[in-house]
């Protein structure tokens, strides 16, 4: 079990570019949930997948980010036209939901930390 | 949005002796969480009470939840330098979909 990985683990771009970011589950995890994270902080949701399926958006997900997972494995977070208001860590966490009332515990992954200038 | 507060926003103290948190919360929960997060780094999960839970320990961790009240408590005892991060409680307010909603967190800092 290697965990949560997130790549690239810093990224700087300028306003206006686009940037995109990964997470790696960990493997056998249905679910994956992405989060942003501001300075002094806790965590704010933004979506999440079961499997492959984005069931979730959060009010903070403008237009402008769009979120896939593909064979609902990898995901990717994409921000389009960057704002300087959209630096921040931005935090994945997989998790196992066997069904039901179950209740599952979020891993998180290292985080990708975005400066936008 | 934030759900609610931890408290203190800022705690310092030495090794070995017990550091506490509380978090309050708004609406009524699932379940509770407590993480602890590193400087810069992602959140690692310490304990899950459920809300039918009054009190779990887990190592040197004891957390109680109080639904009545809204809140919860982390206490740590016999700390470490180790234990420096900030921990943050985070709730859920169903099963099934497990949107983790966070406080604002409480920084420790243990020092030697």
């Known amino acids: 079990d290697t965990g949560v990985s997130q790549d690239p683990r810093h990224k700087i771009t300028k306003r206006g570019q686009n940037v995109t970011f990964r997470c790696d589950p960990i493997?056998?995890?249905?679910?994956l949930y992405w989060y942003r994270q501001t300075l002094g902080q806790g965590p704010e949701f933004l979506t999440y997948?079961?499997?492959?399926?984005?069931?979730?958006k959060s009010r903070l997900l403008s237009d402008r980010f769009s979120a896939e997972r593909p064979k609902g494995s990898f995901s990717t977070l994409e921000i389009q036209r960057t704002e300087q208001g959209d630096s921040a860590m931005y935090l994945c966490?997989?998790?196992?939901?066997?069904?039901?009332?179950?209740?599952?515990?979020?891993?998180f992954g290292p985080g990708t930390r975005l400066l936008v200038l | 949005s934030q759900q609610g507060e931890e408290d203190p926003q800022a705690l310092s103290i030495q090794e070995g002796e017990n550091a506490t948190m509380n978090c309050s919360y708004k609406?009524?929960?699932?379940?509770l969480q407590w993480y602890r997060q590193n400087s810069g780094r992602g959140l690692v999960h310490l304990i899950l009470?459920?809300?039918?839970?009054r009190e779990k320990h887990s190592g040197r961790l004891r957390v109680t939840l109080d639904t009545s009240k809204k809140s919860s408590s982390l206490l740590i005892t016999a700390s470490r330098a180790a234990d420096t991060a900030s921990y943050f409680c985070?709730?859920?307010?169903?099963?099934?979909?497990?949107?983790?909603?966070f406080g604002t967190g409480t920084r420790l800092l243990v020092s030697p």
């Open positions: 966490a997989s998790s196992l939901w066997t069904g039901g009332r179950a209740v599952e515990t979020q891993y």
């Open positions: 997948f079961q499997n492959e399926a984005q069931l979730e």
């Open positions: 985070a709730t859920a307010m169903n099963t099934g979909f497990q949107k983790l909603v």
């Open positions: 009470i459920r809300s039918n839970e």
């Open positions: 493997s056998e995890h249905n679910r």
């Open positions: 609406t009524s929960i699932n379940n």
